[in-house]
Protein backbone atom coordinates (compact mmCIF):
# COMPACT_ATOMS: atom_id res chain seq x y z
CA UNK A 1 0.00 0.00 0.00
CA UNK A 2 1.71 3.55 -1.05
CA UNK A 3 2.74 5.89 1.55
CA UNK A 4 3.82 9.18 2.03
CA UNK A 5 7.48 9.98 3.51
CA UNK A 6 7.59 13.70 5.46
CA UNK A 7 10.72 16.12 5.89
CA UNK A 8 10.43 19.02 7.79
CA UNK A 9 13.43 20.24 8.66
CA UNK A 10 15.32 17.71 11.04
CA UNK A 11 12.24 15.51 11.45
CA UNK A 12 10.80 12.56 9.12
CA UNK A 13 7.40 10.62 9.14
CA UNK A 14 5.26 8.79 7.14
CA UNK A 15 1.74 9.16 6.44
CA UNK A 16 -0.92 6.95 5.06
CA UNK A 17 -3.97 8.04 3.09
CA UNK A 18 -7.17 7.88 4.38
CA UNK A 19 -9.76 5.20 2.89
CA UNK A 20 -12.31 7.90 1.54
CA UNK A 21 -9.95 9.22 -0.78
CA UNK A 22 -10.10 8.41 -4.65
CA UNK A 23 -7.93 5.74 -5.93
CA UNK A 24 -7.27 8.26 -9.03
CA UNK A 25 -6.58 11.23 -6.80
CA UNK A 26 -3.76 8.91 -5.12
CA UNK A 27 -2.94 8.77 -8.55
CA UNK A 28 -2.69 12.17 -9.64
CA UNK A 29 -1.17 12.80 -5.97
CA UNK A 30 1.53 10.42 -6.15
CA UNK A 31 2.26 11.63 -10.07
CA UNK A 32 3.22 14.78 -8.81
CA UNK A 33 5.81 13.78 -5.88
CA UNK A 34 8.33 13.94 -4.58
CA UNK A 35 8.17 17.28 -3.72
CA UNK A 36 11.01 19.80 -2.15
CA UNK A 37 10.16 23.09 -0.98
CA UNK A 38 9.16 25.42 1.87
CA UNK A 39 6.71 24.63 4.17
CA UNK A 40 5.19 28.12 5.10
CA UNK A 41 3.23 28.72 8.35
CA UNK A 42 -0.15 29.41 8.62
CA UNK A 43 -1.50 33.20 9.34
CA UNK A 44 -5.05 32.64 9.07
CA UNK A 45 -5.61 29.28 10.33
CA UNK A 46 -3.72 28.14 13.41
CA UNK A 47 -0.81 25.54 13.23
CA UNK A 48 -0.73 24.85 9.99
CA UNK A 49 1.91 24.34 7.48
CA UNK A 50 1.59 25.07 4.03
CA UNK A 51 3.77 23.30 1.06
CA UNK A 52 3.25 24.45 -3.01
CA UNK A 53 2.73 21.37 -4.94
CA UNK A 54 3.59 21.16 -8.25
CA UNK A 55 0.94 22.03 -11.02
CA UNK A 56 -1.10 18.88 -12.33
CA UNK A 57 -2.93 17.95 -9.96
CA UNK A 58 -6.99 17.73 -10.57
CA UNK A 59 -8.03 20.38 -8.11
CA UNK A 60 -11.56 20.19 -9.36
CA UNK A 61 -12.00 16.92 -8.29
CA UNK A 62 -10.90 17.04 -4.41
CA UNK A 63 -13.40 16.37 -2.23
CA UNK A 64 -13.33 19.60 -0.09
CA UNK A 65 -15.31 18.82 2.99
CA UNK A 66 -13.53 19.87 5.87
CA UNK A 67 -11.97 22.84 7.69
CA UNK A 68 -10.99 21.56 11.05
CA UNK A 69 -7.59 19.70 10.94
CA UNK A 70 -6.14 17.48 13.76
CA UNK A 71 -2.92 17.46 14.66
CA UNK A 72 -0.75 14.96 12.00
CA UNK A 73 -3.81 15.59 9.24
CA UNK A 74 -2.49 16.09 5.54
CA UNK A 75 -4.49 18.06 3.42
CA UNK A 76 -4.82 19.75 -0.13
CA UNK A 77 -6.31 23.24 -0.09
CA UNK A 78 -8.19 23.14 -4.13
CA UNK A 79 -7.79 26.88 -4.48
CA UNK A 80 -4.15 27.56 -3.55
CA UNK A 81 -2.99 23.60 -4.38
CA UNK A 82 -0.36 23.45 -1.35
CA UNK A 83 -0.77 20.77 0.46
CA UNK A 84 -1.41 20.99 4.78
CA UNK A 85 0.05 19.97 7.43
CA UNK A 86 -1.41 20.14 10.66
CA UNK A 87 0.58 20.47 13.84
CA UNK A 88 -2.03 22.07 16.28
CA UNK A 89 -5.40 23.50 16.80
CA UNK A 90 -5.83 23.92 12.91
CA UNK A 91 -9.18 25.05 11.10
CA UNK A 92 -8.63 26.30 7.42
CA UNK A 93 -9.39 30.08 6.88
CA UNK A 94 -8.76 32.56 4.76
CA UNK A 95 -9.45 36.87 5.06
CA UNK A 96 -12.54 35.82 4.06
CA UNK A 97 -13.60 33.27 6.46
CA UNK A 98 -13.76 29.78 6.76
CA UNK A 99 -12.40 27.71 3.79
CA UNK A 100 -13.01 23.63 3.50
CA UNK A 101 -10.17 21.81 1.79
CA UNK A 102 -9.62 17.96 1.06
CA UNK A 103 -8.25 15.54 3.87
CA UNK A 104 -5.71 13.16 1.80
CA UNK A 105 -3.83 11.48 4.98
CA UNK A 106 -2.69 11.44 8.71
CA UNK A 107 0.52 11.13 10.00
CA UNK A 108 1.21 7.13 11.43
CA UNK A 109 4.93 7.51 11.84
CA UNK A 110 6.87 9.93 13.64
CA UNK A 111 3.69 11.84 14.48
CA UNK A 112 5.29 13.25 17.67
CA UNK A 113 8.34 14.74 16.13
CA UNK A 114 7.30 16.15 13.00
CA UNK A 115 4.63 17.88 15.40
CA UNK A 116 7.27 19.55 17.68
CA UNK A 117 9.85 20.78 14.85
CA UNK A 118 6.45 22.69 12.58
CA UNK A 119 5.60 23.65 16.31
CA UNK A 120 9.11 25.71 15.68
CA UNK A 121 8.02 27.67 12.77
CA UNK A 122 6.69 29.99 15.19
CA UNK A 123 10.19 30.65 16.37
CA UNK A 124 12.28 30.44 13.21
CA UNK A 125 9.71 30.70 10.39
CA UNK A 126 9.37 28.89 7.47
CA UNK A 127 11.38 24.94 6.78
CA UNK A 128 12.70 23.24 4.14
CA UNK A 129 10.32 20.48 4.05
CA UNK A 130 9.99 16.81 1.22
CA UNK A 131 6.88 15.04 0.80
CA UNK A 132 7.37 11.58 -1.28
CA UNK A 133 5.95 8.81 -2.05
CA UNK A 134 7.31 5.92 0.47
CA UNK A 135 8.48 2.45 -0.65
CA UNK B 1 -1.32 65.10 23.10
CA UNK B 2 -0.42 61.84 22.12
CA UNK B 3 2.50 60.04 23.42
CA UNK B 4 5.55 59.20 20.90
CA UNK B 5 7.67 56.28 21.93
CA UNK B 6 10.36 54.67 20.25
CA UNK B 7 10.61 51.17 18.67
CA UNK B 8 13.48 48.92 17.75
CA UNK B 9 12.61 45.75 15.80
CA UNK B 10 16.04 44.09 15.09
CA UNK B 11 18.36 46.60 13.12
CA UNK B 12 15.11 48.90 12.53
CA UNK B 13 14.03 51.64 14.51
CA UNK B 14 10.86 53.78 13.95
CA UNK B 15 8.39 55.93 16.48
CA UNK B 16 5.11 55.09 17.17
CA UNK B 17 2.01 57.44 18.54
CA UNK B 18 0.31 56.09 21.21
CA UNK B 19 -3.60 57.22 21.28
CA UNK B 20 -3.91 58.58 24.98
CA UNK B 21 -7.43 60.49 24.23
CA UNK B 22 -9.04 57.33 22.38
CA UNK B 23 -7.28 54.80 24.43
CA UNK B 24 -6.18 56.50 27.62
CA UNK B 25 -6.03 53.40 30.32
CA UNK B 26 -4.29 51.75 27.89
CA UNK B 27 -1.62 53.91 26.81
CA UNK B 28 -1.34 54.82 30.41
CA UNK B 29 -0.35 50.66 31.25
CA UNK B 30 1.92 50.57 28.21
CA UNK B 31 3.67 53.75 29.27
CA UNK B 32 4.30 52.31 32.95
CA UNK B 33 6.27 49.49 32.06
CA UNK B 34 8.50 50.89 29.85
CA UNK B 35 11.15 49.85 28.81
CA UNK B 36 9.92 46.98 27.33
CA UNK B 37 12.18 43.61 25.81
CA UNK B 38 10.60 41.51 24.43
CA UNK B 39 10.39 39.06 20.65
CA UNK B 40 7.63 39.85 18.06
CA UNK B 41 6.58 36.64 16.00
CA UNK B 42 4.27 36.32 13.70
CA UNK B 43 0.43 35.40 14.12
CA UNK B 44 -1.39 32.39 13.47
CA UNK B 45 -5.31 33.63 13.49
CA UNK B 46 -5.65 37.27 12.80
CA UNK B 47 -3.52 37.48 9.52
CA UNK B 48 -0.78 40.07 8.15
CA UNK B 49 0.44 40.84 12.20
CA UNK B 50 3.09 40.57 14.58
CA UNK B 51 2.56 39.97 18.36
CA UNK B 52 4.48 40.40 21.79
CA UNK B 53 3.00 39.69 24.73
CA UNK B 54 3.11 41.15 28.06
CA UNK B 55 2.36 38.82 30.77
CA UNK B 56 1.64 41.40 33.48
CA UNK B 57 -0.65 43.98 31.21
CA UNK B 58 -3.06 40.61 30.75
CA UNK B 59 -6.51 41.85 31.94
CA UNK B 60 -9.09 39.06 31.01
CA UNK B 61 -12.63 40.94 31.07
CA UNK B 62 -10.57 44.74 31.16
CA UNK B 63 -12.53 47.56 29.80
CA UNK B 64 -11.83 47.95 25.68
CA UNK B 65 -11.27 51.41 24.86
CA UNK B 66 -11.02 52.64 20.84
CA UNK B 67 -12.53 49.11 19.84
CA UNK B 68 -11.75 47.82 16.12
CA UNK B 69 -12.28 44.46 15.02
CA UNK B 70 -10.10 45.03 11.21
CA UNK B 71 -6.64 46.22 11.99
CA UNK B 72 -5.07 49.03 10.16
CA UNK B 73 -1.92 49.13 8.38
CA UNK B 74 1.03 50.39 10.35
CA UNK B 75 -1.40 50.40 13.67
CA UNK B 76 -0.40 48.80 17.50
CA UNK B 77 -3.28 46.61 18.57
CA UNK B 78 -3.80 45.78 22.43
CA UNK B 79 -5.78 42.67 23.44
CA UNK B 80 -5.91 42.83 27.11
CA UNK B 81 -7.64 39.12 26.98
CA UNK B 82 -4.00 37.77 26.34
CA UNK B 83 -1.74 40.58 27.24
CA UNK B 84 -1.19 40.85 23.51
CA UNK B 85 0.49 43.74 21.12
CA UNK B 86 0.31 43.42 17.55
CA UNK B 87 1.76 45.49 14.87
CA UNK B 88 -0.24 45.03 11.17
CA UNK B 89 1.96 45.24 8.35
CA UNK B 90 -1.47 44.22 5.67
CA UNK B 91 -5.11 42.99 6.26
CA UNK B 92 -5.42 41.16 9.80
CA UNK B 93 -8.50 40.66 12.26
CA UNK B 94 -8.98 40.45 15.96
CA UNK B 95 -9.49 36.21 15.55
CA UNK B 96 -8.31 33.18 17.28
CA UNK B 97 -9.07 29.70 16.90
CA UNK B 98 -13.18 30.54 18.76
CA UNK B 99 -13.61 33.52 17.24
CA UNK B 100 -13.63 34.48 13.11
CA UNK B 101 -14.16 38.78 14.24
CA UNK B 102 -13.85 39.52 17.62
CA UNK B 103 -12.41 43.48 19.23
CA UNK B 104 -8.87 44.59 20.02
CA UNK B 105 -7.92 47.53 20.94
CA UNK B 106 -6.60 50.30 18.40
CA UNK B 107 -3.89 51.68 20.53
CA UNK B 108 -1.09 53.53 18.07
CA UNK B 109 0.34 54.23 14.82
CA UNK B 110 3.74 54.04 13.26
CA UNK B 111 5.10 56.99 12.24
CA UNK B 112 9.07 57.57 11.25
CA UNK B 113 9.86 54.82 9.55
CA UNK B 114 7.38 52.85 9.38
CA UNK B 115 7.75 50.90 5.79
CA UNK B 116 11.08 49.50 6.97
CA UNK B 117 9.73 49.00 10.31
CA UNK B 118 6.49 46.66 8.75
CA UNK B 119 8.88 45.05 5.63
CA UNK B 120 10.73 43.52 8.78
CA UNK B 121 7.16 42.52 10.88
CA UNK B 122 6.34 40.67 7.48
CA UNK B 123 9.52 38.66 6.89
CA UNK B 124 8.77 37.30 10.92
CA UNK B 125 6.45 34.64 9.03
CA UNK B 126 9.36 33.58 6.76
CA UNK B 127 12.39 34.24 8.59
CA UNK B 128 11.13 33.77 12.60
CA UNK B 129 10.92 36.08 15.69
CA UNK B 130 12.69 39.33 16.27
CA UNK B 131 14.28 41.00 19.16
CA UNK B 132 12.14 44.32 19.82
CA UNK B 133 11.95 47.09 22.24
CA UNK B 134 9.77 49.76 23.30
CA UNK B 135 11.23 52.52 25.07
CA UNK B 136 10.41 56.44 25.80
CA UNK B 137 11.41 58.68 22.97
Request: proline content about 5%; hydrophobic content about 40%.
Amino acid sequence: MRHLEITVGKATGEAEFISEVDSKVIDAICSVLPCEGTLIPAIWSGSLGALQLPPGLPLDELQASVCSLYPGTLAISPRTGELLLSYGAAETRTELGVEYVCRIATVTTGRGSLITECATMHDRGALGATIAIGN
Amino acid sequence: MNTRISVQLGDVGATLTLFDELAPLAAHKLLGVLPIDAELRHVRWSGETGYFLLASLAEPGAQLENAVTFYPRGSLIYRPEHGEFAFTYGQAQARDNVKLADHACLLGALEENAEPFLELVRKTRTEGRQPLRLSGS
